[in-house]
């Protein structure tokens, strides 16, 4: 009876232990707001009638049992805090003996966060095969298998998508643990039909985060069918223009023939007359009718005669008229393509530019640092440059990418030493811009963040005689910063930025300033 006790208990265990691996793989502590938002652990597993009590044993990571407690239940409440711990199970029968045990058990209580969305477009497209949607977003204090979804605003239907993490292009960086936090910027998702939806991104620790609702649309499809209804309305235009000159061309013939018809008939009348008149006076005038005959013949030669030419002039004006609508139709259609060709130039959609400049230096605030580099120099003089590719365009938004950098010198001499502090600072900065009217004025908000490289160099005066101690040390600190902007756009290639930039320079135990108004020019391509 012991053996089948202990058969019997060994598979529930095993089989509820294998179980509670995937519950309790991320019991959550605390939030990390604090103390403001609590989560009960419970340890949990299927009872048996054939065991007495249970004996539930917690080590820390440091291999230390912090608890240990004998329960009738078949769950106990924990209050860890996070961080890598391990228990063990150990059932007992009726008889107080020990039927079985789970061994120790790896398992990691993590911080319940609540994750953070950053997504303000209105508008989504789908992709090219009218199914594939791939958000832009901000998504902060997610894990490698936190949950992403789309919820429809009308049907409440839910499409399950892929969260891209920042820190490894989409999977989780090996090493790292399920459980930390990461930041996201895109969520793939497919078969995704248009409508209304909105984005819902929930942690393993159950809290969730939505963003406002935006529309789904096939955007390129739309484009091909406007694209196709254009070239159907051309078509129909050349059929109808082709029908009218036909038809022009048929009335003008039609009206050509019955005049021709009518002068052959007055002809015929006017010569029956004659003869009929001829008849009557033969008798009597018969050398006047020779003579009248000749001279009707000679009048009905000359009179061919200028209806030839007149006919040979007709036609000769027909033949100048039509070779004038050809060429003209020819030189209308060559400046229509040049025209194409140019306004297609002008409306290339250019996604990259190269801006150089200069501007002025000025740090703002940490008094150490203007007593010791900028005392006597308030302003001092910058060179500046950006590359920057904008791969998302709209008709009035465009967003993407820059790298911006800015090389400044400060510098502060006095009888005893002369100080200079260069400094070259780079950063990596998301750019959004926009326009409201012209289109040649953009306005431009960008932030991010680098490194400065700073060199610092200390010439001692000769005052200190053989104890100078020149000296130069460089040294890196990141940074982080953003910048507003204006630019003015005359052609389609040239353009011209105005705007300042703040960096703030995280040095150990002190903070420094900067805001850097500038002036560029640069290209786009």
């Not at 232990?17 to 605390?30: D, E, V």
């Amino acid at each position: 009876m012991k053996n089948n006790l202990l058969n019997r208990t060994a598979k529930i265990l095993t089989a509820i232990f294998c179980i509670m691996l995937l519950t309790t793989g991320h019991l959550s502590a605390q939030s990390s707001s604090g103390a403001a938002q609590k989560f009960k652990q419970t340890l949990q597993w299927s009872s048996d009638p054939n065991v007495l009590e249970y004996k539930v044993e917690i080590q820390n990571s440091s291999g230390q049992i912090i608890q240990s407690l004998t329960t009738e239940e078949s769950s106990v409440s924990l209050a860890l805090k996070e961080g890598t711990y391990r228990y063990r199970i150990t059932a007992y029968d009726f008889l107080g003996r020990e039927a079985v045990s789970t061994g120790w058990v790896n398992f990691e209580v993590a911080i319940a966060k609540q994750p953070e969305i950053k997504h303000e477009k209105k508008l989504e497209s789908l992709a090219e095969d009218g199914k594939s949607l791939e958000l832009d977003v901000n998504v902060a204090d997610v894990t490698s298998d936190s949950k992403a979804e789309l919820v429809n605003m009308e049907t409440k239907a839910r499409i399950p998508g892929k969260l891209i993490l920042s820190a490894a292009a989409g999977a989780p960086a090996v090493g790292l643990s399920a459980s930390e936090t990461h930041a996201a910027n895109k969520v793939r998702f497919t078969d995704v039909p248009e409508g209304k939806w909105k984005l819902v991104i929930t942690n393993p620790s159950g809290l969730s985060t939505e963003t406002e609702s935006f529309e789904v649309k096939d955007t390129i499809k739309e484009e091909r069918l406007a694209a196709a209804k254009a070239e159907a309305e051309r078509k129909e235009k050349e059929r109808l223009e082709q029908e009218r000159l036909a038809k022009e061309a048929e009335e003008k013939a039609k009206a050509e023939a019955e005049r021709l018809a009518r002068e052959e008939a007055e002809k015929e009348a006017q010569r029956l007359a004659i003869e009929q008149a001829v008849r009557e006076e033969m008798e009597k005038m018969a050398a006047e009718k020779a003579a009248q005959e000749a001279a009707l013949e000679e009048e009905r030669r000359q009179k061919e005669e200028e209806e030839r030419l007149a006919r040979e002039e007709e036609e000769r004006l027909a033949r100048e008229e039509e070779e004038r609508l050809a060429k003209e139709e020819e030189e209308k259609a060559k400046e229509e393509e040049k025209a194409k060709r140019r306004e297609q130039w002008l409306n290339y959609d250019r996604k990259f530019y190269v801006i150089a400049g200069a501007g002025t230096a000025m740090p703002i605030y940490d008094s150490d640092f203007f007593d010791d580099y900028v005392e006597k120099n308030l302003l001092n003089l910058s060179l500046t440059a950006q590359i920057g590719w904008l791969p998302v365009h709209t008709e009035k938004l465009r967003f993407g990418m820059e790298l911006n950098g800015i090389a400044s010198r400060f510098n502060n001499e006095n009888e005893y030493y002369k100080l200079d502090l260069n400094t070259l600072m780079l950063q990596d900065n998301l750019v959004l811009r926009f326009r409201f009217k012209s289109k040649k004025v953009w306005w431009q908000v960008k932030g991010g963040g680098g490194i400065a490289l700073v060199q610092e160099r200390l010439d001692y005066s000769e005052i200190y005689e053989n104890n100078k101690q020149n000296k130069t040390l460089n040294f890196g600190y990141f940074t982080a910063g953003g910048g507003l902007s204006v630019l003015i756009i005359p052609s389609a290639m040239f353009m011209m930025e105005i705007g300042a930039d703040f960096y703030n320079l995280f040095i150990p135990d002190l903070n420094i300033g900067i805001l850097n108004p500038y002036l560029g020019i640069g290209v786009r391509f």
